[in-house]
């Protein structure tokens, strides 16, 4: 497994922007699709965004699609989260994830690894 570590979250106007990061240790982050879920309290943890281990193909989820863009860095092991124009219901804690993305059934499957979260917060 690999070790994550989400940086970047805090307060961010409705509006505005944020970058979330994602480092990974080890030698095979090249090896994982890597992707984002979200979990606001009082809700269940929702996938935002996915990407493959080439980066060439990604996935988005409706709510955020168009606004949100997912992409990594293979020589940094370093995956991101660009947040734009964020709503207050983005609001929430924003977990990495590395593993295998099946993009028939739009879910991370068989042991993944999950960083610790980063809290954001939109104000309207």
């Known amino acids: 497994q690999v070790q994550l570590v989400e940086s970047g979250g805090g307060l961010v106007q409705a509006g505005g922007s944020l970058r979330l990061s994602c480092a990974a240790s080890?030698?095979?982050?090249?090896?994982?699709?890597m992707g984002w879920f979200r979990q606001a309290p009082g809700k269940e943890r929702e996938l935002v965004t996915a990407i493959s281990r080439s980066g060439g193909s990604t996935y988005y989820a409706d709510y955020v699609k168009g606004r949100f863009t997912i992409s990594r860095d293979n020589a940094k092991n370093t995956v991101y989260l660009q947040m734009n124009s964020p709503k207050p219901e983005d609001t929430a804690v924003y977990y990495c994830?590395?593993?295998?993305?099946?993009?028939?059934?739009?879910?991370?499957?068989?042991?993944?690894?999950w960083g610790q979260g980063t809290q954001v917060t939109v104000s309207s």
């Open positions: 994830v590395a593993g295998l993305f099946n993009s028939n059934r739009l879910q991370f499957v068989g042991d993944n690894s």
């Open positions: 080890g030698r095979t982050f090249s090896s994982y699709d």
